[in-house]
């Protein structure tokens, strides 16, 4: 049966010259830094031959990739799912070559975007939808949609409607950074606590309900009685209010896709970056036909509140040939090689004092591992090690994680780059942390 390694050397990977570039030099930079696995005599320990492979490769991460090369700033590994902060997701190739072609013609702008509109609207089960700057934008359309319907001089007001129509309806526990793209659409944000609380906000001057698939607040406060998108859904079509629920980070599962516009919510937000791949820049909104044409009307090409946060044709393009790929893929394959690279960097932890490593897979989202430690043996806290691997001042490649310090994520991670991530992790709390915290305690 092959190694681990063997398999990372006969991986089949596009025959794309960046890529293996990338793929290899992400591997190599760990190599050099921390060889740490057969010094501790680990199993896994990586073959000499894929050692010597990745020597040359690692002067290409630290010193001749596009960031480092162009502008000097270092690359990171993902030990992260997909967020925007940290770089998003990686295209496929496919992808980028469907953007490179299509940077090649002409095309009128709004045509394209009701025609990918109407290919969006088939694949995530919806009446209509539109191609839009992020799930922040479409944020931002679907409220400005809500507030004025197809009347050009609603529009042409916005963002400072002078009607009394302009409630947003909002959960306490619904709260986030992102909701003030309601707001910029020029909502007033009506926030509420629990079902009887709502059903006395509503009333004519709701324009819009909206929620998140979230049961608590951001602090980790469970909040009363808070309502769940179908719940949601459903006082909306009592009341006869259009709700919006963000599911723009909720894939996997694969089902997140379609189920909002499945149980009949008027406006759904999803990127397009993130679980689908696409261009990072892109978003869906889909939904009620007449909501979507309203937010079309208001967004580029248009002169409206929506021309600031225009999509090009090629992100358009590429979006949608993410999308198509991500209706053919074998998730269950896809999810396979997820856990594969989470159980090596479980298997590569164990052993290390006061430290522990757990694969978590419980349930239809992406596995991880989770990592703790005793904080009197290794004295630094979860968001002093975060930042630390984040930035890593002693070397010029980093390793991020999304999710603070506790979480490892495999599904951004190619071929080796587990490998990479699993002996930095060693390296660090069995001897790194002690020069850092070493170097704490002299300032």
């Known amino acids: 049966m092959p190694t681990h390694n063997d398999q990372l050397l006969t991986s089949t990977v596009p025959d794309d010259p960046s890529r293996r570039q990338f793929i290899g030099a992400a591997v190599t930079a760990g190599l050099a830094s921390a060889c740490v696995s057969q010094e501790t005599g680990s199993e896994n320990a990586v073959e000499p031959n894929l050692e010597a492979r990745t020597a040359t490769i690692e002067l290409q991460v630290e010193h001749d990739n596009i960031y480092t090369r162009l502008l000097g700033v270092k690359a990171h590994l993902p030990g992260h799912g997909n967020g925007t902060a940290l770089g998003g997701s990686r295209m496929p190739v496919e992808v980028i070559e469907a ?31 539109l191609i839009t700057s992020g799930a922040s934008g479409g944020l931002l359309l679907g409220m400005a949609a809500c507030l004025t319907g197809t009347d050009e001089e609603k529009m042409r007001a916005l963002p400072n409607p002078t ?18 793209a309601l707001q910029t659409a020029g909502a007033t944000l009506i926030e509420v606590e629990g079902r009887t609380q709502l059903m006395n906000a509503i009333g004519d001057n709701t324009a819009l309900i909206f929620g998140l698939p979230r049961h608590v607040a951001l602090s980790g406060t469970m909040a009363e009685e808070v309502l769940q998108p179908e719940d949601l859904i459903q ?17 996997p599962p694969v089902g997140n896709l379609t189920i909002f ?44 509140i929506g021309r600031g946060m225009k ?16 209706e053919q893929l074998d998730h269950d394959a896809v999810r396979a090689t997820w856990r594969e690279k989470a159980e090596y960097l479980t298997a590569e932890l164990q052993g290390i004092e006061s430290f522990t490593a757990e694969l978590v897979d419980e349930n239809s989202r992406a596995p991880y591992v989770e990592i703790d430690w005793d904080e009197d043996v290794i004295p630094m806290t979860h968001r002093e090690v975060r930042d630390h691997l984040r930035r890593r001042p002693e070397q010029r490649v980093a390793l991020s994680s999304l999710y603070g310090s506790r979480r ?30 070493a170097t704490a305690a002299s300032l």
């Open 235 to 251: 006082v909306a079509k009592q009341v006869g209010v259009p709700v919006m629920i963000d599911g723009a980070s909720r894939l």
């Open 311 to 326: 999509v090009g044709k090629e992100e358009i393009i590429g979006l949608i040939v993410a999308l198509n790929r991500y």
């Open 408 to 437: 490892i994520q495999t599904r951004c991670m190619r071929d080796g780059e587990e490998v990479l991530v699993a002996r930095w992790l060693r390296q660090f709390f069995t001897e790194g942390y002690k020069t850092v915290a």
């Open 163 to 180: 009607w009394a129509k302009r409630e947003c309806i909002i959960q306490k526990a619904h709260r986030y950074p992102y909701d003030f």
């Open 261 to 304: 516009n499945e149980l009949g919510a008027d406006l759904v937000v999803v990127s397009g970056g993130k679980g689908l791949r696409g261009p990072q820049s892109t978003g869906i909104l889909s939904g009620r036909a007449d909501l979507i044409e309203a937010a079309r009307l208001q967004a580029a090409p248009n002169d409206l």
């Open 99 to 129: 953007m490179q072609e299509a940077n090649d013609y002409f095309v009128m702008m709004d045509e394209l975007t009701v025609a990918a509109g109407q290919r969006a609207a088939e694949v995530v089960k919806a009446e209509a939808a």
